[in-house]
Structures are given as C-alpha cells and as structure tokens.
C-alpha cells in the first residue's frame, strides 16, 4: 500500500505478560515502490498538523515509510513522554520490521521534547539513526524517570544529529555546547548544530528564520538519515 494512510500497531507485551491485543493507532505514509527503510515521526501535538504531515510527506518522496504513532491515544500530557512513548515507539518499529524494513534501516525523528525522547530511543533501542530538533533536557531530566541528554551521551548506539537555534532559551547554547562535547564521546556518530538568529526551530519557517537556514535545517536531515540508514 502506498500513500498515506492510517492503521493499528499491536503493543509489545510487558516482560512477563503475555500480549492483550492492545494497539497504539498510526499515520503512516508509503512511497510508491520499494522503501529504502522506515522513519518514525515523534512529536508532541495532539493533531497531525499540516507542517508535520509535509514532512512525512517528504520523507516519503525521499522513499522513506513515514510513520508516527498517535502520543497522546493513551496517555495525557504529563504520561505521554515516559513509559508510554518507548512503547508506543516500539510498536511502531515493530510496525516497519512487519512490513520488510531491517531495524538498522529505522531512524528516529523528533521535536521538542519528543526530540529528547528520540535521543533517548537512540542510546536503547537498535535502530539506524536519530535526529532531535530543539531538544530539551539536556543538563536537567525532563522528568524523573529519565536522565538528562548529557548523562545519557556515552550510551547512544546510533548515529545521532541534533539541531538547535541559538536564541532558545529552553536550551541556551551554554547547554547546547556541554551536550556537544558529551556526544563526541558516544561510539557512533554523532553532529550538533546551532543556528545564529533563530530563536527555537530551524527547520520550521519562522519569523526569525531565513531561508536559507530552512533549507540547511532541512537538508542536513535528509541527509542524515541517507547516509547512515544503509
């Protein structure tokens, strides 16, 4: 099946359980033929917006599977980005290996504190590659039950690539560049970049944004995941 569309990822059984056919809902969009391997999209709206939906849809014309899991189907807010989001996350890879795509052909893309989470995913999960937009938590745990991105540094197993605008106060680039020397000591591949003038994303045309920096934001991410999802 090619195009967008939406369906029904069967969460994994917890340790010691055996599965009760719970599912966690997904959009997905397919390219036309054969798929170079799959990308699950976390984000932290409680809709597909019409941004979101434009790069699942460019992800997909670069012959990526574009999947992501619906966050907030069963948790709230304050829920969204602890258990469940490993879980949701790992159904939706499940979801990608189901349909032929090899696990180190599964990136993780993520914004905001989801871009965290995708992090995160990368130092547990066996996936190809990650890239994180303005993620937060970096020298202090966004809740209890994670650690910080700077502790968490040394344990990513795949290539990870974050991207932030310098004028974010959520992540000041004195924070910014402590999660760049803790990165350079991960065992994979790993790029942080901070855009001068933008004041949170920069792959998201803005007010403080100029093209040409969109164009970067952008195209270091496809790039990313081209040459490191093999």
Known sequence: MSGFFEDAAPLRAKEGKTADGATV???AIEPEGNARGGIVVL??????TDSLLALMRSLSAEGWI??????FDRSSDAQVFGGSLFAN???SFDWLTARGVFADCVGALGFDDAGS???LVATSRPIGAAVSIAARGIVEPLTADVPALVDAAEQLQAPWLG????????????QVEQLRDAV???????????YAGVGHRADEPTADSSDDVLVDAQTRIFDWFDSNLR
């Open 66 to 71: 574009a999947v992501a899991p619906h966050l």
């Open 163 to 174: 991207l932030y605008g310098e004028g974010d106060a959520e992540s000041p680039p004195e």
């Open 43 to 48: 984000h932290r709206s409680s809709e597909f």
């Open 184 to 194: 350079a000591k991960a065992p994979v591949a790993t790029n942080v970049v901070s």
């Open 25 to 27: 809902p997904v959009t």
């Open 117 to 119: 989470a995708a992090f």
């Open 89 to 91: 996350f790992d159904a």
